[in-house]
Every structure is written in structure tokens, then in C-alpha cells.
């Protein structure tokens, strides 16, 4: 039996008919090396942003049904022009929406779950020599409700089915060529990572590195299917290999430097030291879908019997999050609630920390020595985050990128080749 | 039981998010009035011309499949773009493609005919209060295949739901106020008719009268289903009700006259007086999907024993049919092959001419007051064609239109008011 191999294209790829010519030519390759081609393809360009826009001119709050039945519409237009596009270059293609393969999903609209995919009419066409093209970012219910999967939709889409199908790699084409040590706007000679392994990758991802969405990588990780991160512009290049730590060549103590600057911290001041107020504090939170990233509660200090909660949130849920402490405030009886929206999260990533002590105090020490201040700091196993200044952010990138050697040349020469796969 | 009124909109009623929430208006006015409501739409303006070029852009002959995969997400954007413009005054509304409904079409693509549609889900949603959003011109076949209906696809959609589900009428919205006894752009005071049977709209259909495809009138003749032609612009007029002969209020010997510009006579000369000539001819023609329309024969020549075949084609087939003629010209031993497509074909349409004799001459003879050559004729019950010069055409309209009293107020006095329906 061939290889299945799955491939995503986003929306940059097949953004206007040539693009979509170009991304024929690199599913052909693939089935040319012999493999099964399943394609998972986006809506082109600009397409979402026409349809959400006009739904907008009609009404400030359409109804998430509507929506995902006006937004599923993008990914069928590609699906189709990309199988035309294929079936242009003589080979035998097909195109399915979700409904037609069978992609369910739970019956919520906008957000929802994949909770199966049936593979029937896939497998039959596969057979059938045919290269298929589906539409990634949507779903049906049992009910034959259309549904649209979220951020990070069509990637979740391409895993999925490479989950179903039992899948060799699942290739997530897109404009970069990998994943890298850290962002190359940033620091230039960051290094692309031969491979990473899934736990790295999500921690990179929820740290600010905006190559894949976490849920898509979650996805492969809980089905352990291979992941590629690659460009459809250097097919010569292979891009990242997203894998089990177990199946991992080699570690490094470090995989990757990641700076979210989109952060902002609260701290709420002399809370009383009791049970419950913290619980009080974050579920309030939670109701209203915000969700928290760090969170330090202070020591209690002896006298006043209080301490202080800090804890960070995503920038733009700052507006709700003041609205919610300024009920709670008086609830919970703190003393005054401080906002700072200065700060960047820096934070190092790599499946290798586990085994290996002074990590991160080679770490603070590095920030310590640029004189850079740390006001916050969290840590999981296989990540550690310090939150600085904004202004600082960059240098702090910089230097533990060079610190943990993670620099272009010296990384190639660590890894070496990566085995054909 | 409420009454069902089926609502059918076209692209140039849709083609902006403004017309959208006059649309809106339009379908609410009608659940306004106790009833209840499905709507059919067609895709946004220029939508499928858009669809259609990026097609052509990666392949001139894109697979139907394809494109039908392609075309019908162009329907799927105004139903959900209608049903949140409703919703956003306030009214219960859900939209549903043929998928969704269950409008069953034979496995042909680009031009399927509907054979079932699944009614459960409507009558559900219409039980529940809610304004239903149907996309039209697009079908399901049992294997889940996505289907066009192809021209006049939305308009059949329309009448096939009302059929379905039994509805009191189809109102078919346009952007003219009805169907008039010929075009007002060149007889100024034609008049609106106020009703026709559906046997006389499908002679004026076919006749060059553009309002409605001929399949959708009969479709409706079919099931009995009322049909209404009005403006979507101008309410307080109820347009043109189509329906069958023995509901209407009265007769008149001609309902109007149309002209068709579109023909070429083609004229195969000397072909030998002998069985078998016609139906190879013909034959070869309907196998390249050429529709012919008026056919003459003349009578055999005694000497030669042979006769002159004369038949008029839409120019749009005219390469088509002389690429037939040319292979054929020899094998059945025709002399000459002729071409005229300065010509036009001018037909007066009417129910009542049956019991009437004296119509045809009348025709004939006001043709002949103005000194305008017949060239062919042909007649069915209720419908007279006589093929004249194209630069006579529209004199010709004229003049039959004033000689069978078919001006704006002469018409008014003869028919009175409708009854309310």
C-alpha cells in the first residue's frame, strides 16, 4: 500500500490563480514520488476578511451559524480552483467539502471540535488513483449543520485527517521555511530547527512564535503523527520535522528563544490571605473567556496578613479584564489594582532542560549581566519565561540566543543531516 | 395552516449588501401578511462571472464537477448574508443550501434536473416560526455530488420548492414589473399583463421574452404551481400571474409579441427527395447538442426530385452546426449550404387564438401592409412566427402590437382588476 502524505496549504499560498498553479505543481511532486495525496487548502487571500466584512455591513452581531455557512464558502472556492488546477496538468484530482467527507464536529458554530472524520470516500478515491482535495477550517454535526473550526482551522484540519487516514507526515506549507530558534526579524543568523519535538513546538507557539496554531500541533501530538513545516517556494528544503521527543534525534538543552510582546501585566494589591480569593478571582476570569497566562501570588506578609496577585493576560482582553477586577475589587477587598502593558514575555524552550541542571541559571544570569530586569517568572518543564521590560525585550532575545548557542553555523554543525523520510 | 408563499430573488436583487436589506424588507412584508416564507436566492451579482473567469484563467475546459463545486458556493454567500439581514430586523431565519434541504438532482453536472426534494427539514423550521433561506440553481445527488441546475437554475428551484411544499404561489422578483405583451424598450406603451397562461409565457419565453426561463414555467405548468413576475422595487404592483388557462379571468386572442434576434436560417440546398435525408440531418444536429428551431421542407421539385431544407439556429451554435453541415453536405448530396443571420424571428403568442379564426391573416396581412418579405412560418396552437429581415424586425412589432390592440390602456379597459391572491 502507497504512503499516505497530507498536505496544507494556507491562504498566502493560494491567494490568486497563479499561486494556486504553483501549489498544483507541488502536490504533483508528491504524488510523483509515489505517495497518496490528500490536500487541505485554505480561503484565498483576502477572501474571509470580504465576507466577514460585508456580513459586518449588515449586522454588528451575526449569528455564528450564518457566519460559519458564509465563511465555509472560501475554502470550497479553493478547493475547486486547486483541483482544476491539478486536473490542468493531466492528473486525476477530486474535491470535497466537510460535509461530503465527513468531517464531524460537535454542533457548535465558529469554535467547533473535530470528533471524527470518516475516511471511506477518501479511501475509496485514493485507490482510485485520484489526488484529493479538501476543504480544510470546516465541519458538519450529525445534524448536517455546517461548522467552522476556529483559529488555526485548517491546520487542525490537515492533522486530522492525517490522524484518520493513518497518515505517513502531515506538510504544512506555508511563506517561512521552518520553524527557527527564535524570530529572524529579530535576531538574524536565528537558525531553522531540523526537527523540534511537539511538547517544544507548542511551548514556542504559545511563547510567540506564530508558525503553526498550538491546537494543530496538540492534535498530532495526542494522534503522534509527523508534522513538516515547510515552504512551497524551496521544496528542495524539508523544512521542520514536528515529532515525539522519543523518535527525536538528538536534544539540546535549548530548542528556541520566543518574545510574546502582546502581554500585559495586572497585580492586584493586598488581597486578604485566605482560601478562596484567588479562586474567586480567576474564575471570575474565566467566565468571562479570558484566559491567564503567569500567575504569582506573593508571600503573605505577616503583619497585614495580605498579599499580592500578579498574574498576565493577552492585551486585548484588557479592557474586560479591568471591567471584571472593578466589580471584584471591593468583593475581594484589595487595596488597588496596577496595570502594566510595558512588558514582553521571554522565554526559553526545549524538551532537553529536563535532564540538565543550571539552565536556567544561566539564564537569569545572562538578563542579569545586560542589567535587565526580571519582574515575573514561570516555568514548565521544558520552558522557562521571564517577563521584562518591553524595551528590553530584544536584547534579551539576543543574547540568550547566542548564549544557548543557537546561533546559525553552530547548530548545523551539532545536528548534521536529517534522515530522508 | 398557514399559507406557504415561495420568494425568489435574483443576482441583481442581491448584488450588494444594501440591495441585500431591501431584499430583507421584501421577505418580511410577506411573513407580515400571515404567511409563511422560503426564500430562493441566486449568487451575489457578479459573483459567478468572477468564479467563472478564475476557472478559466487555470484551464479552458475546467471539469463540471469542478465548476459546479466552484458555482455553487456563489449562493451560499447570499443565503447566509440574507438570513443575517433578516435576522438583524428582528425575525426568526435560517438558511439552508440543497445539500442541507435535500434537493435531490439526477449525476449530471453543470445541468442536472431536479428529480425529489426532501421536505422534513423545511417544514420543521417553517412549523418553528422561521423564515427559510434556500440557495437556488444548485442541487445533491444521492451520492452526496454537488449539482448545478444550469440557466434558469434558481428560477426552477423556486417552483420546485413550491411544489413541494404545496406553496399558495412562487413570486419571482425582478427588476421589471412583469411580463409585458412585448418589450416596452421598443413598443413604449406596451402594456404589463396582468395575468398569462403558462402555455403562453413559455411561447413568449422561448420567443425571445426574457423575464423567466421557459424550464422554471414548466416546471410550474407541471405542478400547477402559481406563478407571480413582479418588482422587487415596487410592491404595490403584483406584477404578472402565471397560471393555467382554465384559472384565468379571461382570454384574448393575442397575449403579446416578442422578437428574437438571436437566429440564423441556414438553408441546405438540393437535397435528393428520399426518406431518411431529414432524420440524418437533424440527427447529426442533436448529437452536437444543436437545437433547431423552425424547420421548413419546401415541396420536392418535379424535375430534379429534389427540395430545399430550411431551419433556423440560435447564432450562438453557428460554427458548431456548419462544422456538422460540412461533413455532412456530401454524404447527403446537397447542393449548397446557405447562411442568412440578418434575420429575426417575430411571433405573436396567445391562448385565445385557438378558438379565433382570422388571426394568422391579420398577422400576414399587416406584415404584408408594410411591405415586409416572409421568409419562413411557422405556427403551433398558440403561437405564430414568420422570420422576416432583421432590419424589419421592430417595425414589425410595432405594428402587430397596435393591430392586436395590445396598447397599455386598451388593455386596461378589457381586463379589469385581479382578484386578490
Known sequence: MKKIIVQKFGGTSVADTEKIKNVAKVVIREKENGNDVVVVVSAMGHTTDHLVKMAKSLTPNPSSREMDMLLSTGECVSIALLTMAI??????????????????????????????????????????????????FQGVTEDGEITTLGRGGSDTSAVALAAALNAERCDIYTDVEGVYTTDPRVVPNASKLDEVSYE??????????????????????????????????NLDDMGTLIVGVEKMELYRPVAGVAAD???????????????????????????????????IQSYARKISNTNDIAFTIDTADLPKTLSVLDKLKDVIGASDIKVDDEIAKV????????????????????????????????TS????????????????VKALHTVFNLESDVIADVKGDLPDV
Chains 1, 2 share one sequence.
Not at 507557539?205 to 508558525?211: D, E, F, R, S, T
Not at 521571564?386 to 534579551?396: E, F, I, T
Request: proline share 3%; glycine share 6%.
Open 347 to 378: 522565554s526559553i524552550v526545549g524538551a532537553g532542560m529536563i535532564d540538565r541542571p543550571g539552565i536556567a541559571s544561566t539564564m537569569f544570569e545572562t538578563l542579569a549581566t545586560l542589567n535587565i530586569n526580571i519582574k515575573m517568572i514561570s
Open 87 to 136: 486536473q490542468a496538468q493531466g492528473y486525476d484530482a477530486i474535491s470535497f467539502n466537510a460535509m461530503q467527507v465527513g468531517i464531524m464536529t460537535e454542533n457548535i458554530h465558529s469554535k467547533a471540535r473535530i470528533v471524527d472524520i470518516r475516511t471511506e470516500k477518501l479511501r475509496k478515491n485514493l485507490e482510485e488513483g485520484k489526488i484529493i482535495v479538501v476543504a480544510g
Open 261 to 295: 510582546l502582546s502581554q500585559a501585566r495586572i497585580v492586584v494589591c493586598d488581597v486578604p490571605d485566605k482560601p478562596g480569593v484567588a479562586a474567586g478571582l480567576f474564575s471570575a476570569m474565566a467566565n468571562e473567556n479570558i484566559s491567564v497566562d503567569m500567575i
Open 200 to 233: 517544544e513546538m507548542l511551548e514556542l507557539a504559545h511563547a510567540g512564535a506564530n508558525v503553526l496554531h498550538p491546537r494543530s500541533v496538540e492534535t498530532a501530538k495526542q494522534f503522534a503523527v509527523p508534522m513538516r513545516v515547510r515552504s512551497s517556494f
Open 381 to 396: 518543564e521544558i520552558k522557562i519565561s521571564c517577563l521584562v521590560d518591553k524595551s528590553d525585550a530584544q536584547k534579551a
